[in-house]
């Protein structure tokens, strides 16, 4: 465990400013997690960092399209 430790230091002295904001992200996300990540979750994240679409959709338009409401959540 320490060895995992001190190697992860190690890799996050060396990051560049805008990858250590996203490190943190990354691990503040998995400690406030109550369920482990699965392939699925990893695969999601991949896909999201190799996407270059800057388009947003709102959560209600989202719904709308797939023909959701709130209370079917």
């Known amino acids: 465990?320490?060895?995992?430790?001190?190697?992860?230091q190690e890799y996050?002295?060396?990051?560049?400013?805008d990858k250590l904001q996203s490190a943190f992200?990354?691990?503040k996300f998995l400690y406030e997690q109550d369920m482990p990540l699965d392939?699925?979750?990893y695969?999601?994240?991949?896909?999201a960092d190799k996407?270059?679409?800057?388009?947003?959709?709102s959560f209600d338009s989202a719904l709308k399209k797939?023909?959701?409401k709130h209370a079917d959540l």
């Open 25 to 27: 992200d990354f691990v």
């Open 66 to 68: 797939l023909g959701l």
């Open 43 to 47: 695969e999601l994240a991949k896909n």
């Open 1 to 8: 465990m320490e060895n995992l430790l001190q190697t992860t």
């Open 51 to 57: 996407s270059t679409d800057t388009a947003t959709v």
């Open 39 to 41: 392939d699925f979750d």
């Open 12 to 17: 996050v002295r060396h990051l560049p400013k």
